[in-house]
Each structure stands twice: as structure tokens, then as C-alpha cells.
């Protein structure tokens, strides 16, 4: 008897802890800023106030990992600009289409990518209008000598009219 009365109490308790469903409008609201009263001790230099962004752009950089993954190089340059940079994991700067297209194609090609997992995919427009996503990744990376390492990386994209014009890139290896 004991445990019907729990059981009870217990499904009672969820309903009445489950509000219901007020109906939603159907109209495409505004998208607004939150607004942020909280005082930071340290503040911004860049950006603190986003918004979600465009998702086309996120899908922007997942067909950017799919051709290089594929090692469908050439498919994959139509999506920078012809000024883009590159801010590499190892402190390096890849600046211009040119100096990408020699990095896919003396690097990237001659290693294997294997078992490409995403985390987390978040377009975010700044307040000033800048796009980014912001991406969290990892990848199995075997060297043309056969060693296998995996990486973790955290990378940022500014998209400007549908075209990657900067990649921020920082990594480990996962341990």
C-alpha cells in the first residue's frame, strides 16, 4: 500500500510541477539582444552582446570540413574570400587563397582524417553585425608515417556574404 501511495504522490507531484502549454504566436518575432545589466570586471574589447545567428552559416563550415575530409580541395576554395586567414592552432597566420590552397595541398593532403565528431555548432551575430560560428571539434589525424593522434579543437569563423574571411583556431591533443 505503501508504494501505490508513493507512486501517486510522485505522479501527482510531476503534473503539478509541468505547467501547460499556453499557446504560442504564431508571428515571427524580432530578433533582440538580451540585455545584459551584469557589471563584468573585465570588459570586452571586442564583443559582449550576441544574438543567434544564421544557421546557413554553420552549415557554411560543416561543407567546408566535409571537402577537406573528402580531400575535395578544390571545392572547397570557393568558400573564402580571396583575402582569407588562416590564425593556426601552432601560432601561425595562413593569410590569402593562395597561401591556403598551398597548405590543403602539401599538408592536408597527405594526411588521413578519421572519425570526425562536432560538439557544439553555434552561428552568433555580434552587435556591431559581425557573423561568426563558433565551432568545438575533433578529429582522428593519422601522419603519413602511420601515427595516429587525436585532436580537439575550439575554432571561430567570421563569415562575411557567405564566405569564410577568418578562422581563429586552437587545439590539443585529446587525451
Given at each position: 500500500?505503501?508504494?501505490?501511495?508513493?507512486?501517486?504522490?510522485?505522479?501527482?507531484?510531476?503534473?503539478?510541477?509541468?505547467?501547460?502549454?499556453?499557446?504560442?504566436?504564431?508571428?515571427?518575432?524580432?530578433?533582440?539582444?538580451?540585455?545584459?545589466?551584469?557589471?563584468?570586471?573585465?570588459?570586452?574589447?571586442y564583443l559582449d552582446q550576441f544574438e543567434m545567428g544564421n544557421p546557413e552559416n554553420v552549415?557554411?563550415?560543416?561543407?567546408?570540413?566535409?571537402?577537406?575530409?573528402?580531400?575535395?580541395?578544390?571545392?572547397?576554395?570557393?568558400?573564402?574570400?580571396?583575402?582569407?586567414?588562416?590564425?593556426?592552432?601552432?601560432?601561425?597566420?595562413?593569410?590569402?587563397?593562395?597561401?591556403?590552397?598551398?597548405?590543403?595541398?602539401?599538408?592536408?593532403?597527405?594526411?588521413?582524417?578519421?572519425?570526425?565528431?562536432?560538439?557544439?555548432?553555434?552561428?552568433?551575430?555580434?552587435?556591431?553585425?559581425?557573423?561568426?560560428?563558433?565551432?568545438?571539434?575533433?578529429?582522428?589525424?593519422?601522419?603519413?608515417?602511420?601515427?595516429?593522434?587525436?585532436?580537439?579543437?575550439?575554432?571561430?569563423?567570421?563569415?562575411?556574404?557567405?564566405?569564410?574571411?577568418l578562422m581563429n583556431q586552437f587545439s590539443k591533443p585529446s587525451l
Amino acid at each position: 500500500m505503501k508504494k501505490l501511495i508513493y507512486f501517486t504522490a510522485i505522479i501527482l507531484i510531476l503534473f503539478a510541477c509541468n505547467p501547460t502549454a499556453e499557446p504560442k504566436n504564431e508571428q515571427a518575432s524580432e530578433k533582440t539582444l538580451v540585455e545584459n545589466s551584469t557589471e563584468y570586471i573585465y570588459e570586452a574589447t571586442y564583443l559582449d552582446q550576441f544574438e543567434m545567428g544564421n544557421p546557413e552559416n554553420v552549415l557554411l563550415v560543416q561543407k567546408m570540413h566535409e571537402r577537406i575530409l573528402a580531400k575535395k580541395f578544390d571545392e572547397v576554395y570557393g568558400l573564402f574570400s580571396d583575402s582569407v586567414v588562416f590564425r593556426n592552432a601552432d601560432g601561425s597566420t595562413t593569410e590569402g587563397i593562395a597561401a591556403v590552397k598551398e597548405v590543403m595541398e602539401t599538408v592536408y593532403s597527405k594526411v588521413t582524417f578519421e572519425n570526425y565528431r562536432v560538439g557544439v555548432n553555434l552561428a552568433v551575430t555580434g552587435n556591431n553585425g559581425d557573423e561568426w560560428v563558433l565551432l568545438w571539434d575533433q578529429v582522428d589525424v593519422i601522419s603519413p608515417e602511420g601515427k595516429k593522434t587525436s585532436e580537439l579543437y575550439m575554432e571561430a569563423f567570421m563569415i562575411v556574404e557567405s564566405k569564410i574571411v577568418l578562422m581563429n583556431q586552437f587545439s590539443k591533443p585529446s587525451l
